[in-house]
């Protein structure tokens, strides 16, 4: 376990525990990653709000899709687009897997995990467009336009720079040779649930497997 959560490559536990079987190694990934997504549906991830001097926290949204040729070249694979939005300063996160990144899907997923008084910071993509009308206007919208800049040269506090974890995930998977299409949900949860727990992360997976198994 300790392993699997400090991200030991395979090779490597199986040589620190005198492991002689492939598969028990990459099982035991694949059942912390199952894990991660049992707690997934059992928790409502809340991310912004107010900090405790009352300033408004930023968080931002962004969407990629996963599984692309690389280049256009290459077997045509269907792939999968992911919404992601990540709480500045904790890194906190949700990403979830949609099957349209159209506006109403976007503030379902805004108006679902983003508390009242945020800043919401996103490109301009139009599906981004009644974000501050959502939930009573509760939220400030904040947007950078990729095509002229990445951080506003008047408030360099609008960017979307964090989100840059997508850059994370991605090489995460590449990195975990053997991954399947069919698990994919899973890897995100067991990437988004490290993400949202880089404080004590071992104490937070025990604590994460009692809750799943009402202990």
């Given at each position: ?5 400090y991200?030991v490559k395979?090779?490597?536990?199986m ?23 049992q707690?997934?549906?059992?928790t ?54 949609v ?21 919401i ?22 947007v ?16 979307t ?29 067991a990437?988004?649930w ?22």
């Amino acid at each position: 376990m300790y392993h699997r959560v400090y991200e030991v490559k395979c090779k490597h536990v199986m040589l620190f525990e005198s492991l002689t079987s492939w598969d028990t190694s990459v099982n035991y990934n694949n059942y912390f990653s199952q894990e991660c997504c049992q707690w997934l549906l059992t928790t409502h991830q809340l991310l912004g709000g107010l900090d405790a001097n009352g300033q408004s926290v930023f968080v931002e949204v962004d969407e990629t899709y996963f599984f692309h040729r690389k280049y256009h070249r290459g077997q045509r694979r269907v792939g999968k687009w992911v919404v992601g939005l990540v709480e500045r300063g904790s890194g906190r996160c949700w990403m979830e897997i949609v099957a349209h990144r159209d506006a109403p899907t976007l503030e379902r997923i805004i108006a679902n995990h983003v508390l009242p008084g945020t800043t919401i910071v996103t490109d301009a993509w139009r599906g981004y467009q009644n974000v501050t009308q959502l939930n009573n206007g509760v939220y400030k919208h904040a947007v950078i336009v990729h095509a002229h800049e990445f951080v506003d040269s008047v408030d360099p506090d609008i960017h979307t720079e964090t989100i840059e974890m997508w850059m994370q995930a991605k090489r995460k998977l590449r990195y975990q040779s053997g991954t399947t299409r069919g698990m994919f949900a899973s890897y995100l949860a067991a990437f988004q649930w490290r993400n949202s727990h880089k404080q004590n992360v071992f104490g937070c997976s025990l604590l994460m497997l009692c809750a799943n198994y009402n202990i």
